[in-house]
């Protein structure tokens, strides 16, 4: 008996040795940041419904692409029971995102988490402000970044090649879709119920590109930070 017993008092310490939090290593590029964030998977997002934690809840794991709205949609009107989606990607399509977080929006009292050890990044900031309820569990990373058009090197450096008409053209492209995409992130923050200083005070202070004196590009609200900006509401009774 007394052995049964010291087994069973050795098995509840390993398991509370288990459930201690893992120390995160954060990135020495930006420090706010873990340097492994867990984003998902590096495939087009998969919309799972699954029982977790005494909730049924959708997964939405993996990149934002520009089918994501829709497959969203019918993922929700497929069933009924679904109270909560829980999200991790490192981004992808941002119009895509916008329009997604919108599709959130349009089933009242839908909850969007982002699960300890989770990380939600640049398009996906987006789907999860469109919950009409919206948690960042503490260890979860709502991870923000300056959005960038000038990703596509090959694009670029063929312009450059073709002279200085092409590289006007694109640069004057490159103008017009950041500040129609900056105008599309306005509005939606404000049909979101999300401080707009999100962007002009944290999103837009990013360095779109790393610098050889300042490689950050990236910014990991805190607990308050995301209640500061609303992106995490303050939960009223009744």
């Known amino acids: 008996m007394g052995r049964l017993r010291s087994l069973a008092l050795g098995a509840a310490g390993i398991a509370l040795i288990a459930a201690k939090p893992v120390a995160v290593v ?19 997002i998969a919309l799972t419904a699954a029982d977790m934690g005494g909730k049924h809840v959708l997964i939405a794991d ?5 089918t994501l709205p829709k497959r969203l949609k019918a ?36 909850v969007t ?19 009409d309820r919206r948690f960042v569990d503490p260890g979860g990373v709502f991870m923000v970044h300056m959005f960038t058009h000038t990703g596509d090197r090959d694009t670029i450096e063929i312009s450059v090649e073709e002279g200085s008409a092409e590289t006007t053209r694109l640069i004057g ?35 779109a590109v790393a610098t050889a004196a300042n490689k950050t590009t990236r910014y990991c ?15 009223t009774a009744g």
């Open 113 to 131: 988490r982002i699960p300890r050890g989770w990380t939600c990044f640049s398009a996906c900031n987006f789907v999860f402000m469109g919950g």
């Open 221 to 235: 609200l805190s607990q308050d930070e995301v209640r500061k900006y609303n992106v995490v509401p303050k939960e």
């Open 26 to 44: 954060m990135d020495k590029d930006n420090p706010s940041c873990p340097a492994a964030p867990d984003w998902g998977q590096a495939k087009a």
């Open 173 to 207: 492209q490159i103008e017009q879709d950041s500040a129609l995409l900056a105008s599309e992130d306005n509005d939606f923050l404000i049909r979101m119920g999300i401080s707009r200083k999100l962007l002009t005070e944290v999103m837009y202070k990013q360095q």
């Open 62 to 66: 993996g990149i934002i692409d520009s």
């Open 75 to 110: 993922a929700l009107d497929a069933d009924e029971r679904i109270e909560e989606i829980w999200i991790k990607s490192r981004g992808g399509d941002a119009r895509a995102g916008n329009l997604a977080g919108k599709v959130i929006r349009s089933y009242p009292g839908m």
